[in-house]
C-alpha cells in the first residue's frame, strides 16, 4: 500500500502562465488525523518565510494524494482549517492520484447506494440544531453525473439555500458541508472550490467533508 499527501500553497503567475510554490508541506501516511495539520504546517512555513501574506490573489491549496490499497481519497478539513486556507484569499484543489481500484470500496459502495437510483453526485448542508442538540441536514442537492466544476455550483446552492433554515449564529450550528461522490465509470475524485466558496464556508464556520467510492 502507498499513502501520500502533499498541501502546495501557489499562486498563479500571470506573466509566464504556470505556477509559483509559495510554501508546502507533506505526510508519509494519508489519514483523516493528519490532514489539518499538514494544513497548519503550509500555511505557518508559507508566512515564516514571508511569502504567504504578500499574495492576495490566485493562490490555491492544491491538496495532492496518492492513495492505494483500498484507501479514498477522503479530505475532511475542520473549521478552523478552513479559515485558515480563506485567511489568505485561498481556493481549494483536490488532485488525488489512485494507484489501484478497490474491491472492498466497490462492495461497500454497491451497498451503502441504490443500485436503481443512484446520482453520482450528492452535496449536502448539516449542522447540529443549537435548541436541540440533533444533526439536521439543511439542504440538500444530488446531481446524476459528476462533473469536477458541478462541485463549486453544488456547494454554493447549499450554502446559500441551507441558510435559510439556521436562525441566529450560524457558528452555533457547527455546520458542515458534505460532498459524496459515488461512480462506477472510472471518475477522478478531483475538485476546485474558488476562493469566494470557501470564504463563504469560513464565514458560517463550516467544515468540510469529501467522500468518494470510485
Not at 128 to 152: A, H, N, Q, R, Y
Request: proline content about 4%; hydrophobic content about 45%.
Amino acid at each position: 500500500m502507498s499513502c501520500e499527501l502533499e498541501v502546495r500553497i501557489r499562486a498563479a503567475d500571470p506573466s509566464s502562465n504556470s505556477w509559483v510554490v509559495l510554501a508546502e508541506a507533506s505526510s508519509e501516511i494519508y489519514e483523516p488525523r493528519v490532514i489539518d495539520g499538514v494544513f497548519s504546517r503550509a500555511v505557518i512555513l508559507g508566512r515564516l518565510q514571508g511569502r504567504v501574506d504578500s499574495v492576495r490573489e490566485n493562490v490555491e491549496f492544491q491538496v495532492r494524494v496518492l492513495t492505494g490499497g483500498g484507501m479514498r481519497a477522503c479530505l475532511n478539513l475542520q473549521s478552523v482549517t478552513v479559515g485558515r486556507v480563506a485567511a489568505i484569499s485561498g481556493a481549494l484543489n483536490l488532485d488525488p492520484k489512485v494507484l489501484e481500484s478497490s474491491d472492498a470500496n466497490q462492495e461497500e459502495m454497491d451497498r451503502d447506494v441504490s443500485p436503481l437510483h443512484r446520482p453520482e453526485l450528492v452535496v449536502k448542508l448539516i449542522g447540529d440544531s443549537p435548541v436541540t442538540g440533533k444533526e439536521m441536514v439543511l439542504w440538500i442537492t444530488e446531481s446524476e453525473w459528476f462533473e469536477p466544476g458541478e462541485v463549486e455550483e453544488r456547494v454554493r446552492e447549499v450554502l446559500s439555500l441551507g441558510m435559510s433554515a439556521v436562525h441566529g449564529d450560524a457558528r452555533a450550528w457547527a455546520l458542515q458541508v458534505s460532498i459524496s461522490l459515488a461512480s462506477d465509470r472510472g471518475v477522478r475524485p478531483a475538485f476546485v472550490l474558488s476562493r469566494d466558496v470557501i470564504a463563504a464556508m469560513a464565514a458560517y464556520g463550516a467544515s468540510l467533508d469529501f467522500d468518494p467510492y470510485v
